[in-house]
């Protein structure tokens, strides 16, 4: 029986070209939105955070899939981090493998102020109750570097279990060696979901 995988880097770090490559090699994954028991789609996000608050096991209801994804979500008015469960996903589920996605922060931060067209910043500024640019991207990063830190702590000495995956610089041929067993080849592995550089952050702090 394969074990659970768990992508627990941010979004906007290949999330969802990690989701298609497991996909591309016939496993279920289930990336942000997927559909639940009944066929309702349900946020991953979401159903962790009533999970985790009714004392129930994390992926109640969303347990078929093989592999998660994108687990985090960002509204004007909810704020949920399914990356921050690594520690109780990892008790519940004995011996799945984690991968914590990343890429270079600065890069990160750029493309996560893009996301949606400027969007995505604009709902977490407003969910932060934060007035400028440069405060939500000082945020974001020292969540960053916590969130990295925190999770290589967790893990440090069982690396079998997880896997850094660097977006722009590694080989997908790690996460082959990674997970033998999932039957991934290195064509499965493109970039998906890049984030347009066209819009400049001046004209994003305008629209805010």
């Keep these: 029986m394969l074990p659970k995988v768990f992508v627990i880097g941010f979004n906007k770090c290949g999330t969802t070209s990690l989701h298609r490559m497991f996909k591309r090699a016939g ?7 997927p559909e639940c028991h009944d066929g309702t ?6 159903q962790l955070d009533r999970n985790a608050r009714s004392d129930r096991k994390l992926l109640s209801g969303i347990d078929d899939a093989q592999v998660y994804s994108d687990m985090d979500m960002c509204g004007k008015n909810t704020r949920l981090s399914g990356i921050g469960h690594f520690r109780r996903l990892d008790a ?16 990160w931060v750029q493309s996560r102020c893009r996301h949606f067209a400027g969007g995505y910043l604009r709902r977490a500024m407003i969910q932060a109750g934060i ?22 702590e967790y893990f440090a000495d069982r690396p079998d279990q997880l896997l850094v995956f660097d977006i722009e610089r590694d080989d997908p041929r790690a996460l082959i060696r990674f997970l033998p067993e999932f039957g991934l080849k290195p064509g ?4 998906h979901n890049r984030t347009p550089v066209e819009v400049p952050l001046p004209e994003l702090a305008l629209a805010i």
Excluded: C
């Design 188 to 191: 499965y592995w493109r970039h």
């Design 92 to 107: 519940e589920y004995p011996g799945s493998r984690f991968i914590l996605n990343t890429r270079d922060p600065m890069n």
């Design 41 to 46: 789609p349900i946020k991953i996000a979401a």
């Design 27 to 33: 496993h279920r994954s289930s990336h942000h939105r």
């Design 131 to 152: 007035g400028d640019i440069a405060t939500m991207q000082a945020i974001w990063l020292r969540e960053w570097h916590d969130h990295h830190a925190a999770v290589q």
